[in-house]
């Protein structure tokens, strides 16, 4: 036995992910993979690339292929609600980007968990590895009876809670999941201290099992800051995300009707999709803001990152944020960022500039002051680039081979 | 036997575009749409097809004769696009017997918004009109035969002499549909109103296999025209496009109307008649008056402003495009101006229009957009653009930095 192989239990990897859990299991385990010995990954799906630093497991369930489709991509996306993919009508890769919209009762999500696991396991066998790596809900149940099984040491690691995603009260099931696995975890990783906090506030997990490593971030060499690329007039707040509650877009709507009164030739964009875009492009008109608050749409690629790049101010106002990526793309892109104390960047972000998400007035203060002072801005902008050096993939793979040892010695 | 008065309406929208936030500012053009693919596929199907049976039933019967209203971006798409049609058009007109409306030239909703701006579009269609066709009109419609009294004001005061609407019974309160009527207004204007189901038979119902009428028969039709005693006008309104696009030419719709025109004229007391001749021969002190005093059109079930102006995204947008009015008319750039005008027609509101119902699938059929949502997210980035040029216009000192 090795016990610097790892048998990580996955959901979701780019390009097929929905949010910031497969961009995180890429950039930790491409890292990892030159630190430890080896990493079986499991999907619940075939991966259509080819993956060079670790071995990619498929632990599809039979049930889920549909005549004449493969599985290509995750049963549901576990991030985002409004595009759970029914196991019965899977999306083919050409038409991915529709995004055919249906929700997937309860019984269905809990049937495609167990489903995972049963395959997981069958995978597990036979495979030499030292340490069980699950990666959020949808993988816990699989990770327990790996563990149940094999009798390895168990890390459950905690990308997002059920918590942040509905803060009113979500799934009880989920919730459920995330309390059983991380229970039966040796050791939790949580991505940020804001994480940490609400496991052991909400969820009574024990503090000293608790160990926080933050996400890093891929280095760019494109960055190209400045007003040139469009909308070269007028000054520029970013919103990007899904259009959830959890994102907080309904306070951006807010803040622009706010900050419009003192700088009335702003223009604000919204980027992303989501399950409010429909009630935030009536709250727009009913605000009569239809020239001023502007709704790209989802952004990808070039878009995305012309967006960081053009952007005056990047605002995140979520209710609450595990650790905020976006927030971090937009600090490489060398726009000062502005978001939610409730978030984990502001961890690492330390000089951005952080509120409540719910304090428009500070936050259209902040907004003008940094429209308005070019110095102000440039200093914060410098301030994020020192912090970004810290934000590293590597730094965070290290982080985890530690725990890795803690459970394994 | 009643008359019979055709009007049909041939219009077409500048479409927007996929304009994103990364066009701001980037001198890309607002109006690129599918134009000239629609405009060519509707004149294969139907412009050119039904132009030309016109034509053709214009010189086998002597007594035929309708009217034809073109709004001027449909004229200048077909310059543009199909010039042919123009000149089936010009033929058309040159006998003598195809009577030309006035209306706005961007098939806008200005007379709800602007009499400044719905004069100048009028005026600015007017010299379109006389330019190709050397055609002066003497009867108004409005877009979409959008009417009330305060319409029927403007129009008195552009010289018009009569004006067709809608047929709507919370106004008409049980009179006939079949008589002409008095504008509520100081200076009173003859009307005529749309016989809404007798056209919509033809337009909308023809093809329809749920219609208990199904199929609809020529001695059938005249049957039903036929009900109306001789001093009533059966105005049959419609689209032009009802020939060969709503109503494919394999439906029969050409054959119908070709020969609808044939029996009817067998007849010596039938009689077609076009608007402007009807009204210069009505005796005003006879006529009952037509009291509308909120707007009303020829769309939808309510027959009100509920398609263009109803939900949040089209009352800012309509709004937000007539603000604009007193800045753009003071920058005096006439491409300027032409977007600014390309804005207001009807059919940027109309595909944001969320209304439930069958009126619902009407609106999503005339759409290219995917959903009220999308049309309206376009045009507010397009809108916003527009807004940075006027600005800029406006404050030409203002540096701009980097």
């Known amino acids: 036995m090795n016990k610097n192989k790892v048998f990580m239990i996955g ?46 497991l498929d632990c599809s369930h039979p049930d889920w292929c549909t005549k004449g489709f493969s599985n290509i991509s995750p049963p549901f996306f576990a991030y985002d609600h409004s595009i759970q993919i029914p196991a019965v009508r899977r999306l083919d890769p050409a038409n991915l980007n529709v995004r055919q919209l249906s929700s997937l009762a309860q019984s269905d999500l809990e049937r495609q968990v167990n489903q995972y696991q049963d395959q997981v396991i069958k995978n597990s066998q036979k495979k030499d590895f030292g340490v069980i790596h699950a990666h959020d809900w949808m993988s816990f149940p699989a990770g327990m009876s790996v563990k149940q099984k094999t009798g390895k040491p168990l890390i459950t690691h905690v990308h997002s809670t059920e918590f942040d995603r509905s803060p009113v009260g979500g799934s009880a099931y989920i919730m459920n999941s995330e309390f059983e696995g991380m229970q039966f975890a040796d050791r939790v990783i949580a991505v940020s201290a804001y994480t940490k906090k609400i496991l052991i506030d909400k969820y009574k997990i024990d503090e000293k099992k608790i160990d926080v490593v933050h996400n890093g971030i891929d280095p760019i060499s494109d960055a190209d800051p400045g007003k040139h690329h469009f909308a070269k007039s007028r000054p520029m707040v970013v919103f990007m995300g899904r259009l ?51 709704f790209s749409g989802f952004v990808r690629g070039d878009q995305k990152s012309k967006l960081l790049d053009r952007a005056d101010v990047f605002v995140m ?32 972000l330390p000089s951005s500039i952080q509120v409540d998400f719910w304090d428009i007035d500070l936050m259209t203060n902040k907004i003008v002051e940094l429209l308005n002072d070019q110095n102000l801005s440039e200093d914060v902008i410098s301030g994020q680039h020192n912090e970004l050096k810290n934000v590293t993939w590597k730094s965070a793979a290290q982080k985890v081979m530690d725990v890795y040892k803690n459970v394994t010695s | 036997m009643p008359q019979i008065c055709f009007y049909f309406q041939l219009h077409q929208p ?101 009499e400044k701006e719905f004069e100048l579009q009028v005026k600015q269609h007017g010299a379109v009109v006389k330019e190709l066709f050397d055609y002066e009109p003497t009867v108004f419609r409005n877009t979409e035969l959008i009417y009330s009294n305060y319409v029927a004001y403007q129009v008195e005061k552009l010289g018009y002499k009569g004006i067709l609407t809608e047929a709507v019974d919370r106004y008409l309160h049980g009179r006939d549909r079949t008589k002409s009527y008095l504008s509520n207004t100081d200076k009173p204007l003859p009307l005529m109103l749309k016989h809404a189901p007798l056209s919509d038979d033809i337009a909308f119902r023809f093809s329809d296999k749920n219609w208990p009428e199904h199929p609809l028969t020529v001695d059938k039709y005249i049957k039903w025209v036929e009900i109306y005693p001789e001093d009533h006008s059966v105005n049959l309104f419609m689209d032009f496009e009802t020939f060969g696009e709503h109503q494919w030419e394999d439906t029969g719709i050409f054959l119908f109307f070709e020969k609808f025109i044939e029996e009817f004229s067998k007849k010596s007391y039938n009689k077609f008649v076009t608007p402007g001749e009807e009204v210069s021969k009505l005796d005003l002190t006879y006529l009952d008056k037509y009291d509308v005093p909120d707007p009303i059109s020829w769309a939808d079930v309510d027959r009100d402003l509920t398609a263009w102006v109803d939900n949040d995204l089209q009352q800012d947008c309509i709004n937000k495009i007539y603000e604009l009015e007193p800045l753009v008319l003071k920058i005096n750039n006439k491409e ?67």
């Not at chain 1, 961009?23 to 259509?48: M, N, R, W």
């Not at chain 1, 702003?266 to 239809?290: P, Q, R």
Request: net charge negative; aromatic share 12%.
């Open chain 1, 11 to 56: 959901w979701e990897y780019p390009p097929h992910n929905s949010g910031g859990l497969g961009v995180a299991c890429q950039g930790l385990t491409t890292s990892l993979a030159e630190l430890s010995d080896h990493i079986y990954f499991s999907l619940p799906y075939k991966f259509s690339g080819s993956i060079k630093h670790m071995t990619l």
């Open chain 1, 244 to 294: 959830t509650g959890q994102k907080g877009p309904e306070y951006f709507i807010q803040l622009a009707n706010s900050v419009l009164k003192k700088i009335p030739e702003a223009i604000f964009v919204v980027a992303g999709n989501g399950d409010l875009y429909h009630e935030l492009l009536f709250t727009t008109a009913n605000k009569g803001l239809s020239s001023k608050m502007l």
């Open chain 1, 317 to 348: 106002p979520s209710i609450s944020e595990p650790f905020g990526l976006v927030a971090v793309e937009a600090a490489q892109r060398s726009t000062p960022v502005i978001i939610s104390k409730t978030s984990g960047v502001a961890e690492v």
């Open chain 2, 14 to 114: 500048y479409r927007l575009g996929n304009f994103n936030v990364f066009d701001l500012e980037n001198d890309t053009d607002y109006f690129s749409g599918d134009n000239e693919e629609i405009f060519k596929k509707v004149s294969r199907k139907s412009y050119r097809p039904m132009l030309t049976l016109l034509l053709d039933l214009i010189k086998r019967h002597p007594e035929f004769k309708f009217a034809l209203s073109c709004s001027g971006v449909f004229i200048e798409q077909s310059l543009e696009f199909e010039p042919h049609i123009i000149e089936l058009i010009q033929k058309l007109v040159k006998t003598g017997r195809v009577e030309i409306l006035a209306e706005t030239y961007y098939h806008s909703l200005a007379s709800l918004y602007s």
């Open chain 2, 336 to 402: 300027l101006t032409d977007q600014w005008r390309r804005l207001q027609t009807s059919d940027n509101f109309y595909y944001m229009c969320t209304k439930w119902s069958n009126d619902g699938d009407v609106h999503s059929y005339f759409s290219p957009f995917d959903s009220p949502l999308e049309a309206y997210r376009r045009y507010s980035i397009v809108l916003a653009d527009l807004v940075i040029k006027i600005d800029k216009e406006n404050q030409p000192q203002q540096k701009v930095d980097n």
